[in-house]
């Protein structure tokens, strides 16, 4: 089993920033890909930003410029690092993970989601 711990989430004004964190432990061989969504209310699920395990990168286009998004292998902790936040940018922000277990299985992880609110 794969557990996924978020942090970071909160309440800013505009233009500000956060850094979202999300740990995954338990019984993983490898990450494969790491990935932040986000919901917010009454809208889809859409995805922010992937980072490989080799550390190629992918961000959607509102966020290009703004959102970095890296990685700590040995930890198997990613992070999000948010600047000039907008108020469209609130959302609850879900971590994602696909890894391979011990078994050798690979599966995919959700964490609990932590809350962005930006103010204006």
């Known amino acids: 089993q794969v557990q996924l711990v978020e942090s970071g989430g909160g309440l800013v004004q505009a233009g500000g920033s956060l850094r979202l964190s999300c740990a995954a432990s338990?019984?993983?061989?490898?990450?494969?890909?790491m990935a932040w969504y986000r919901q917010a209310p009454g809208k889809q699920r859409e995805l922010v930003a992937t980072i490989t395990s080799g550390g190629s990168t992918n961000y959607a286009d509102f966020v290009q410029g703004r959102f970095t998004i890296s990685r700590d292998n040995p930890k198997n902790t990613k992070y999000l690092q948010m600047n000039s936040l907008k108020v469209e940018d609130t959302a609850v922000y879900y971590c994602f993970v696909l890894c391979t277990v011990v078994s050798g299985h690979s599966y995919q992880y959700w964490g609990q989601g932590t809350q962005v609110t930006v103010s204006s």
């Open positions: 338990g019984s993983i061989s490898s990450i494969n890909i």
